[in-house]
């Protein structure tokens, strides 16, 4: 057990960062429904408390709740795909600029 706790919230956000990486990477080589895996990438997100920031981004698209009503075709399980990948390449979101 971590008894440090800068070094246990740490632990914790690179474990959910690197579990949505693996459901990401699922997602864009097709071995998991688009839809299906935002849902788990969410809920990873949640049970980190929040401290995986760089998954925020996929719960912040316009016109998508991820705890609403969503409109699951083939329009959002391809950019749900897309964004995966980009994501994945370290293309999105586009960093600040200035860094």
């Not at 864009?28 to 981004?57: H, Q, T």
């Not at 370290?90 to 960093?95: C, H, L, N, Q, V």
Request: glycine share 8%; net charge positive.
């Amino acid at each position: 057990m971590i008894h440090n706790r800068k070094a246990r919230i740490a632990t914790r956000r690179a474990d959910a960062v690197e579990q949505a990486r693996r459901v990401l990477q699922e997602v864009v080589n097709g071995s998991l429904d688009a839809y299906e895996g935002y849902r788990r990438v969410y809920g990873i997100y949640l049970s980190s408390s929040g401290l995986a920031e760089e998954l925020k981004p996929f719960f912040r698209l316009p016109g998508i709740e991820p705890d609403g009503c969503l409109h699951v075709d083939d329009e959002f399980r391809a950019k749900i795909r897309r964004l995966a990948d980009e994501w994945l390449r370290g293309e999105w979101p586009k960093p600040p600029r200035g860094t």
